[in-house]
């Protein structure tokens, strides 16, 4: 398996734009997290989803920010719009049943100026 | 809810040194624990994992932790330091039936110098 795919790895936008981050999970995996990394607040989780299903989006910071899953393979972080404190390292992971350990991507850097 | 504190956001040894990553954790309920491991430009590694079996856990590239419940610790060790060790290193907590719902540390950055 090639791991949790994370697209693109490198992300540079203006103050304002529209940002969407892609994740595909290990096939198989029924729980996908989002997590946020920067130097002041270090590793955050934003939302989890179990079997597609939002279960916990308390992390997420405020409404410019929403994630989806549309089905078992693949799901999207979108903010709107944009803002330069926004700029992070952004991972996803997935897990596997009650398995305790999360697969992570190689995470996606958002710099937006 | 949980938390980790990870003692030192940096930590220096020289190769073949002991490596001490420090690592406390409060919980309200029994936490399961992990180390994690990130080197530059790369998502995050499990090194080992406490899910309250053996006290004592062994990992991946010689590193191990215990688990101390007088003490709410997990510090990470490993008996001699490699150059390969540079990286940041994790401690992180969750808790059973959430178990991947990871709570972090801020991390420590271990440097091995020669």
């Known amino acids: 398996d090639a791991g949790v795919i994370q697209s693109p790895r490198h992300e540079v936008t203006e103050m304002g734009q529209e940002v969407t981050l892609r994740c595909k999970p290990i096939s198989g995996h029924n729980s996908l997290f989002w997590y946020r990394q920067t130097m002041m607040r270090g590793l955050e989780l934003l939302i989890y989803f179990n079997n597609n299903v939002p279960i916990d989006d308390s992390g997420m910071p405020e409404d410019r920010f929403s994630a989806k899953m549309p089905n078992a393979s693949f799901s999207t972080l979108k903010i709107q719009p944009s803002e330069p404190r926004d700029s992070a390292v952004y991972f996803c992971a997935s897990t596997e049943g009650a398995s305790t350990e999360a697969f992570f991507g190689q995470g996606t850097r958002l710099t937006v100026v | 809810a949980q938390s980790v504190t990870q003692l030192g956001s940096h930590v220096s040894v020289s190769e073949g040194a002991l490596v001490l990553l420090r690592c406390n954790y409060s919980s309200s309920v029994p936490p399961y624990l992990f180390w994690y491991v990130q080197y530059p430009n790369q998502g995050l590694q499990l090194l080992l994992k406490?899910?309250?079996?053996?006290?004592l856990v062994k990992g991946i590239n010689g590193f191990e932790a215990e688990f101390k419940k007088s003490e709410t610790s997990f510090h990470l060790t490993k008996p001699s330091a490699h150059m390969s060790d540079a990286a940041e290193y994790f401690c992180?907590?969750?808790?059973?039936?959430?178990?991947?719902?990871?709570?972090f540390g801020t991390g420590t950055r271990l440097q091995v110098t020669l």
């Open positions: 992180a907590v969750s808790v059973r039936g959430t178990a991947s719902k990871l709570t």
């Open positions: 406490y899910t309250s079996a053996a006290t």
